[in-house]
T-cell receptor, first 112, second 113 residues
Framework: DGGITQSPKYLFRKEGQNVTLSCEQN?????MYWYRQDPGQGLRLIYY???????QKGDIAEGYSVSREKKESFPLTVTSAQKNPTAFYLC???????????FGPGTRLTVT | GNSVTQMEGPVTLSEEAFLTINCTYT??????LFWYVQYPGEGLQLLLK?????DKGSNKGFEATYRKETTSFHLEKGSVQVSDSAVYFC????????????FGKGTRLHILP
């Protein structure tokens, strides 16, 4: 089955530690995205990538970093510089930037 | 720029009631329109879409018609079930390949048994 996987489902970290969230897709999509969702809120775009080895900042990129070394993979690192990292993180992909997006199941990150 | 406005929630209905969740948009040209659904603790799923004026998207008993004259894409279902309780997002995508999809803020739906 084609789809997007995110791991782990739940992640706990201590304040001051960097943490990397995994996102893999086997849909052969060119574009991939990371969103943050806070309780009762909509989606906020962190980073996106339209092609391997290229990515752009979204609306709330501060304190986050990404890489796109393979078409299938788009990991997100939440750095210690992110002031409020506890949130639900969603990865998505699409054929191109203006096509419908397909989402992974999400990773809930808790930092204490 | 492009934008999507959807009704604020939460919307609370009894089982078997008729559902409407309003969505209006602002865009140049002829955007594609989408409804996504997010069940508790999960990612978003594409529910239905419409790519041109007067198109009707439908899935799982949900329908939405692309109305260019009123710039609307309201989501409807004739008889809701408890299992339809979720957050629903309206979204828009322009014809420009370099434009990103714009999501509404989401509408939480509670269905009471």
């Amino acid at each position: 089955d084609g789809g997007i996987t995110q791991s782990p489902k739940y992640l706990f970290r201590k304040e001051g530690q960097n943490v990397t969230l995994s996102c893999e897709q086997n849909l052969n999509h060119d574009a991939m995205y990371w969103y943050r969702q806070d309780p009762g809120q909509g989606l906020r775009l962190i980073y996106y990538s339209q092609i391997v080895n290229d990515f752009q900042k979204g609306d709330i990129a501060e304190g986050y970093s990404v890489s796109r070394e393979k078409k299938e993979s788009f990991p997100l690192t939440v750095t210690s510089a992110q002031k409020n990292p506890t949130a639900f993180y969603l990865c998505a992909s699409s054929r191109a930037r203006n096509y419908e997006q397909y989402f992974g199941p999400g990773t809930r990150l808790t930092v204490t | 720029g492009n934008s999507v406005t959807q009704m604020e929630g939460p919307v609370t209905l009894s089982e078997e009631a008729f559902l409407t969740i309003n969505c209006t948009y602002t865009a140049t040209g002829y955007p594609s329109l989408f409804w996504y659904v997010q069940y508790p603790g999960e990612g978003l799923q594409l529910l239905l879409k419409a790519t041109k004026a007067d198109d009707k998207g439908s899935n799982k008993g949900f329908e939405a018609t692309y109305r260019k004259e009123t710039t609307s894409f309201h989501l409807e279902k004739g008889s809701v079930q408890v299992s339809d309780s979720a957050v629903y997002f309206c979204a828009l995508s322009s014809m420009n390949r370099d434009d990103k999809i714009i999501f509404g803020k989401g509408t939480r739906l509670h269905i009471l048994p």
